[in-house]
T-cell receptor, first 116, second 115 residues
Framework: DAGVTQSPTHLIKTRGQQVTLRCSPK?????VSWYQQALGQGPQFIFQ???????QRGNFPDRFSGHQFPNYSSELNVNALLLGDSALYLC???????????????FGSGTQLSVL | AQSVAQPEDQVNVAEGNPLTVKCTYS??????LFWYVQYPNRGLQFLLK??????LVKGSYGFEAEFNKSQTSFHLKKPSALVSDSALYFC?????????????FGPGTSLSVIP
């Protein structure tokens, strides 16, 4: 049973460019959340997708956008990259919302984005 | 909004000694609290959770956590530390009462277990 998979594992971009990160949730999960983890900090919530819609959003600018596909996989897009966007981007999946308040998140290993 | 704090950036403990990683929370209503661990170059892994019931919660790898409502704390503990426990530990709280609601993470505590 595959867990949460993310691609690519590492990415180097320059300021002003655009980037797309991808995530496949754990089998049986249909909710995907994205987090940004800067070096030495805790993960910061970006947004959550369920039923192909953005359900919750953290304090991130509109440069950060996402998408969820019918197979529950998800993409995170970041436009006009800034140096401060350099971080580990984590995808987490969970099962159907509302059916278990104690549902834990399953995380992928992340995509390390470096903006030069 | 809910939040969690981890007052210690770094905790050092000798192998075989008990360890404690501290967490305090600020919530309205009953909190849904979690601990996650992160090993180098990896994503976070779930350790344990508190939803309701017994204040002492047992989790993976011999870890446990004690929920204290009066002190608004949820400290992670282990009776005997292993070198392999060295990692980053994150306390987290669910910002609401359904799995629609986002999980908010603390800043993390780096645990070093010294042989």
């Amino acid at each position: 049973d595959a867990g949460v998979t993310q691609s690519p594992t590492h990415l180097i971009k320059t300021r002003g460019q655009q980037v797309t990160l991808r995530c496949s949730p754990k089998s049986g999960h249909d909710t995907v959340s994205w987090y940004q983890q800067a070096l030495g900090q805790g993960p910061q919530f970006i947004f959550q997708y369920y039923e192909e819609e953005e359900r919750q959003r953290g304090n991130f600018p509109d440069r950060f956008s996402g998408h969820q596909f019918p197979n529950y996989s998800s993409e995170l897009n970041v436009n006009a990259l800034l140096l401060g966007d350099s971080a580990l981007y984590l995808c987490a999946s969970s099962s159907v919302p509302g059916q278990g308040i104690d549902e834990k998140l399953f995380f992928g290993s992340g995509t390390q984005l470096s903006v030069l | 909004a809910q939040s969690v704090a981890q007052p210690e950036d770094q905790v050092n403990v000798a192998e075989g000694n008990p360890l404690t990683v501290k967490c305090t929370y600020s919530v309205s209503g009953n909190p849904y609290l979690f601990w996650y661990v992160q090993y180098p170059n990896r994503g976070l892994q779930f350790l344990l959770k508190y939803i309701t019931g017994d204040n002492l919660v047992k989790g993976s790898y011999g870890f446990e956590a004690e929920f204290n409502k009066s002190q608004t704390s949820f400290h992670l503990k282990k009776p005997s530390a292993l070198v392999s426990d060295s990692a980053l530990y994150f306390c987290a709280v669910r910002d609401g009462r359904t799995t629609y609601d986002k999980v908010i993470f603390g800043p993390g505590t780096s645990l070093s277990v010294i042989p």
